[in-house]
């Protein structure tokens, strides 16, 4: 046998990349949570005109699966492993969800409290019960507490995730020892499991349990996600068939919603969607797609804002005298509002907020540089061709990113960085499983842009 192939490293499964399809489906699923939510303030309720627009229960549980993989992706292995400060994981999730919960809890307790003292009432004063209030400001709404209905509603999946969140270091020493394919279908057979259960002794399926289980509802979809990670991180499969995987099964996925709710396939399909996005390398990655991703927290924690605030004036001024087309127009404008409320959100209180609590500023790992421990900022790594040496003028990383660098693979290396899966060491082939070139990866701090 040659000795070039006894030598050659076998593939390795691609890193998740800024950029590319993981970006832009969270950014999709944020925009149709959007439309999900304003769909019975249009002059005619979108439910009506199909059974589709009232399933936004999907698109929640989307953005649960999908934390959990991403997550995974960048933090199991470590976790699984004890390198990762579980103080230092468990700061950047709670500062990275709570900073923004509590400014857009203020902005809306401030808006309803003024306009009461105006001696202006809201359409539906049910919906801002004051006694509600302290359980959803604390997020603890989806863990069984009292309270928590009404005003920013959508916040307990916050409430949820924060759980998820805590347990993943636990969940990935358990999960980490077995093979990928095993804990694939115990995700999905936990996934029935729980669906059996929630039918039988809480009366409503899993995908569907109301605010004071999110807990329970959360957790059997975020291990789904979990395992998706594990398993994409361990088993390799060529771009060109996971990108016809996911292709595939996007377009099951609209199918059967064209016919009817299929949830629990709904779920699985949304997992293998998941998957295929980030076993496909970036090889362009689009900068624009980078920002609406980041802004996809945005606009999940502001879209409820917007609407309220909008329609709130709009039923004020008297829309129900007014024609239908100058309703829809009026209500589309609120639907572009609720985009630029979330960018204005996110660019003028949330990224600041984050880049002032970077852990670069206050004392935090020191083998991550602060361009990528801010989660924006992050360069779009080495262009340069194939076996070519940086030179001068070619990607000279400064003194102290040096090994922020070479931890996070932006250049290559001889061989995967401790405690990572597929790192860019792995020299395939062109089109073949390990090929990095060209891909901004995302390093455990950029997850405190990721929601």
Known sequence: MPEAALTEPSPRPVRIARGGW????????????????????????????????????????????DSGYVLARIYGDRLASGQASLRAYARQRLLRVIPAHLAVSLVLVLLVG?????????????????????????????????????????TWTL???????????????????????????????????????????????????????????????????????????????????????????????????????????????????????????VRSPSRLIEHLALMSFSMFLTNEVSRIVWFGLLDALGQEAWSSGVRWVLWAIGLVGAFVAAAVFRYGFDRPVQTWLSPSRRGGDPNVGRRHQTGHGMGRGPRRRRGRAPGPGRHRPAPGLIRGAAQCLWARTPAAAPGSVGGAGSRAAPGRCGRQAGHRPWPSSVIRSIS
């Open 159 to 281: 409430s949820a995730l924060i759980a998820c969140y805590l347990l993943l270091p636990w969940i990935c020493r358990a999960l980490w020892r077995w093979p990928p394919i095993a804990v694939v279908i115990g995700a999905a057979l936990l996934v029935v499991v729980a669906d059996v259960a929630a039918s039988l002794w809480l009366g409503d399926p899993i995908y569907r349990l109301p605010m004071r289980h999110g807990i329970l509802r959360a957790l059997p979809l975020f291990l789904l996600g979990v395992a998706a990670a594990f398993y994409g991180s361990r088993v390799c499969v060529a771009p060109h068939r996971a990108r016809a995987i996911g292709l595939a099964a996007a377009f099951a996925l609209v199918g059967l919603q064209a016919f009817g709710a299929f949830s629990l396939v709904s779920l699985g399909l949304m997992t293998v969607i998941i998957w295929a996005a980030g076993a496909v390398p």
């Open 114 to 154: 003024g306009a009461a003292l105006a001696g202006i009432a809201p359409s539906n004063p049910r919906w801002f019960d004051w006694s509600q209030l302290p359980a959803q400001v604390l997020l603890l709404q989806a863990w069984g507490v009292p309270g928590g209905q009404g005003w920013n509603a959508p």
């Open 22 to 65: 993981l970006d832009a489906l969270r950014f999709i699923v944020g925009a149709l949570i959007i439309l999900y939510h304003f769909r019975e303030a249009a002059p005619v309720p979108l439910g009506q005109l199909h059974p589709v627009f009232e399933r936004g229960y999907l698109l929640t549980d989307f953005f649960i699966i």
